[in-house]
């Protein structure tokens, strides 16, 4: 590894200053555990890291009931799994939290590092983007909110600019009348990150039976997650039956542009997508109807 200036700003705004002054040669540094690989191997070789560990405004879990659920960036993998207020508002993400990664990993990886380092393999931005959630940024002269959909670009590529830090993810209050469910595969038991991962989300209309509004977001199945907006569409104002849900996860398997690796076969990911969009759309439904 190549020696490198190591920095700790205690606020936000320290940090994009200094990110600023390195002028794209400096690394946001949080957990780590995606980063320190990447140097170890001499894919990244950054002037400086600005570790933000010590920016007590990116810490913390609430919940506003405007708002919603307020994520700070620096939330580990583990505080999320085990947090009692996200299982009791967002059950789904200490549920998806439960199968990432080993206990290692959940300790020291961040909400924040999982969301900008961009890396498709991932679990969190299908969860988030299905529930409609937002990306707040801070840069050394500008703040915006964005759409967490729109942080993905290409493989490992996030709209973030070089003075930018993520700081937090805000996950609206589920509408009524709605249900999310994840489900994630992975083709091996040795082989930690999925090979797929597909979020469903439903909100039905005042009849309590036709769907009102689809989020189907595909993981792990392209350069970066996947809304599957023609199977989307295709359930608008419809009940969900068996063979309705099975056409969904067809169109939706035709929507992605997964590529043939040591996790499956183009063709196989397809099919594992295609099943288990058959298999969350039918279980948020029965869900979302009995609520
Ligand atoms: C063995 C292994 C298995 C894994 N399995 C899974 C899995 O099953 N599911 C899953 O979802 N993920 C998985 N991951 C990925 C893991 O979740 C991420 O590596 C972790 O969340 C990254 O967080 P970090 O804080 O360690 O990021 P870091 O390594 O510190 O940073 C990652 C990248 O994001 C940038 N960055 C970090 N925080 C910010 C911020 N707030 N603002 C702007 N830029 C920032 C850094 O500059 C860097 O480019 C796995 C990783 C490993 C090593």
């Given at each position: 590894m190549r020696n490198f200036d190591y920095l700790e700003p205690v606020t936000v705004a320290e940090a994009c200053a200094l990110l600023k002054q390195y002028a794209g040669e400096a690394k946001v540094f949080a957990g780590g555990s995606h980063l320190t690989i990447l140097m170890k191997q001499g894919l990244y070789q950054p002037k400086a890291l600005v570790n933000?560990?010590?920016?007590?405004?990116?810490?913390g879990i609430k919940y506003d009931a405007k708002e919603g659920l307020c994520i700070g960036a620096l939330v580990t993998h583990r505080e999320l799994e085990t947090s009692a207020l996200v299982r009791e508002k967002f059950p789904v993400l200490s549920d998806a939290e439960r199968e990432v990664a080993n206990i290692r990993v959940r300790n020291m990886g961040t909400v924040g590092g999982n969301l900008a380092s961009?890396?498709?393999?991932?679990?969190?931005s299908q969860i988030f983007i299905a529930l409609d959630g937002k990306a707040k940024i801070s840069g050394s002269n500008r703040e915006r909110i964005i759409p967490?959909?729109?942080?993905?670009?290409d493989f490992y590529t996030t709209?973030?600019?070089?003075?930018?830090?993520?700081?937090q993810v805000v996950v609206p209050p589920l509408p009524v009348r709605s249900s999310i469910e994840y489900i994630r595969f992975s083709s091996?038991?040795?082989?930690?990150?999925?090979?797929a991962g597909v979020a469903v989300r439903l909100t039905l209309d005042s009849s309590g039976n036709a769907i009102q509004t689809a989020r189907i977001v595909l993981g792990c199945v392209g350069a970066t997650p996947v809304r599957a907006r023609q199977a989307e569409a295709s359930l608008a104002g419809k009940e969900l039956t068996p063979q309705l849900a099975e056409e969904t996860g067809s169109a939706a398997s035709q929507e992605c542009n997964p590529t043939s690796d040591l996790r499956g076969s183009e063709h196989y990911k397809r099919a594992i997508v295609r099943t288990l969009v058959k298999r969350a759309a039918m279980t948020a439904y029965k869900r979302a109807t009995s609520a």
């Open positions: 933000i560990k010590k920016i007590s405004e990116l810490k961009g890396e498709p393999l991932t679990d969190l967490v959909e729109e942080l993905f670009i709209s973030l600019a070089e003075d930018e830090i993520l700081t091996s038991s040795v082989v930690d990150k999925p090979s």
